[in-house]
């Protein structure tokens, strides 16, 4: 299935991967959504902090398109990590480096209740659906009776 060694290419090629699949698909999610609230994908929807809210339809459907980022991210984590015991490690990496884009992005720390809220619940989400459907993956039977069999 895999080695136990530590390699740290494969690592950082995950990361890399699970990152650039990440801002892929929210961005799909925010370009789908926006075409319900008519606006279209901007990097302002991706990295601050203050339009994420219950309180305006852009913030509403960027608060939207973050769960279900999260839902597709754990599908990353099964076809691009596939071990549940790395699954909380990786999602939280993912977000910690979104933190540092919004952080890079905004000039400031993000304050917003509203921001740490959505996040805190999107890490959740991807962690725990990420690693539930990797323990599926590892807790299959493996077949026994692997030999060709012969008609006689």
Same mark, same amino acid.
């Given at each position: ?7 740290? $290419?494969?690592? &950082?090629? !995950?990361? &890399?991967l699970l990152q650039? @699949?990440?801002?892929s698909s929210l961005? %799909?999610?925010? $370009?789908?959504? #926006? +075409?319900?609230? =008519? ?6 929807? &991706?990295?601050?902090?203050?339009? %994420? @809210? /219950?309180? +305006?339809?852009? #913030? ?5 398109? /973050? ?8 599908? @990353? ?5 596939? *071990?549940?015991? !790395?699954? %909380? ?7 910690? /480096? ?10 400031? /720390?993000?304050? +917003?209740? +509203? ?5 805190? &619940? ?7 659906? @990420?690693?539930?459907?990797?323990? =599926?993956?590892?807790? *299959? ?12």
């Open positions: 299935f895999r080695s136990y060694v530590w390699d740290p $290419a494969l690592i &950082v090629a !995950q990361m &890399v650039a @699949g990440y801002y961005g %799909l999610w925010l $370009a789908v959504l #926006g +075409t319900l609230g =008519r606006t279209g994908p901007s990097l302002h929807q &991706v990295f601050s902090d203050e339009i %994420l @809210g /219950f309180s +305006t339809p852009p #913030g509403r459907l960027s608060m939207m398109a /973050f769960i279900l980022n999260a839902l597709t991210c754990a599908l @990353g984590l099964l076809y691009f990590i596939r *071990r549940g015991k !790395q699954c %909380l490690d990786f999602t939280v990496t993912v977000h910690f /480096f979104h933190l540092l884009g919004c952080w890079i992005y905004n000039s400031h /720390f993000p304050s +917003t209740l +509203t921001w740490w809220l959505v996040h805190i &619940v999107c890490t959740a989400l991807m962690a725990a659906i @990420g690693e539930y459907l990797c323990m =599926r993956i590892e807790l *299959r039977e493996i077949p026994l009776n692997s030999a060709p069999k012969s008609n006689v």
